[in-house]
C-alpha cells in the first residue's frame, strides 16, 4: 500500500460513512491476519468509571454495528443501565481507525437466535456456563458446569438463554482516522443528530 493510499480526502470519504466503513472493513479482512471486526468497547459503570474491553462486531448496517454478549456481564448490566457506548477498531497493518459513539438497543430475539444458532457447539454450552463477570473459585468449577450443560441438553439443539443476547450501537458520530506523515493525520468525522437525520461531515485537526 502507498502512502497516497493511506490519506483521507473528502471526495473519498463520500457522504455516507457506512459505505466507506464498508471499504475499510472489506480492506481490513483482505489483510489482517487476526480478526478483522475485533473492536473496543467502552462503557461507564454506575460510579461513573469507564471500562474497556474487546468484543467482536458481528453485523453492520445502516441501522448501526452489532455485538453479542451475556446481558449480566459487567458490560452488559452497563449498557443497559446507561443506553450508550463507544467503539473503536485500528487495523494496525492499514494504519486505519474507526470511532463509533451512540445510543444503544438490543437487538431483535429474531436476529439474537439467528446468529446464536451460527455459533460452534462449545460457545454455545459456554454461554450457558458461563456467569460472566463473576467470581470463579476455581477452573475445575467452570468445567464441572460445562459438564452439567452437556448433560442437560445431551445432543439435542441448545436454545439461546435469556440473558443472552445482542446490542447495536445506532452512531451519532463516526470517526474515520488515517495515518499520516510526522503525525499529520487525516480525521474525518460524521455526525448527526438522530437515527433519521442527515450526516454531517466535518474535518478535523490532527
Not at 460510579?47 to 467482536?56: A, E, F, Q, S, T
Not at 473503536?88 to 436476529?111: D, Y
Not at 456467569?131 to 439443539?157: H, N
Amino acid at each position: 500500500m502507498t502512502n497516497e493510499s493511506l490519506t483521507l480526502g473528502e471526495t473519498q470519504a463520500g457522504d455516507d460513512p457506512f459505505a466507506l466503513f464498508g471499504r475499510w472493513m472489506a480492506d481490513a479482512t483482505a489483510s489482517e491476519l487476526n480478526d478483522p471486526n475485533a473492536m473496543a468497547l467502552a462503557t461507564v459503570d454506575p460510579d461513573g468509571l469507564p471500562n474497556v474491553r474487546m468484543v467482536l462486531l458481528k453485523d453492520v448496517d445502516s441501522s448501526g454495528f452489532v455485538f453479542y454478549t451475556n446481558f449480566e456481564s459487567a458490560k452488559g448490566r452497563e449498557l443497559l443501565a446507561s443506553r450508550r457506548a463507544a467503539l473503536c477498531l485500528h487495523w494496525k497493518s492499514l494504519r486505519r481507525q474507526v470511532r463509533v459513539r451512540g445510543p444503544i438497543v438490543e437487538v431483535s430475539e429474531a436476529e439474537a437466535d439467528r446468529y446464536y444458532a451460527s455459533r460452534p457447539l462449545g460457545s454455545r454450552i459456554g454461554a450457558w456456563a458461563s456467569q460472566q463477570s463473576r467470581p470463579l473459585a476455581s477452573r475445575a468449577e467452570l468445567e464441572t458446569r460445562i459438564a452439567d450443560v452437556e448433560a442437560r441438553f445431551g445432543g439435542e439443539d441448545i436454545p439461546r438463554p435469556p440473558h443472552w443476547s445482542g446490542f447495536r450501537v445506532a452512531p451519532s458520530e463516526i470517526e474515520f482516522w488515517a495515518d499520516g506523515a510526522f503525525r499529520l493525520h487525516d480525521r474525518i468525522v460524521f455526525r448527526r443528530s438522530g437515527p433519521d437525520e442527515a450526516w454531517r461531515r466535518e474535518r478535523l485537526y490532527p
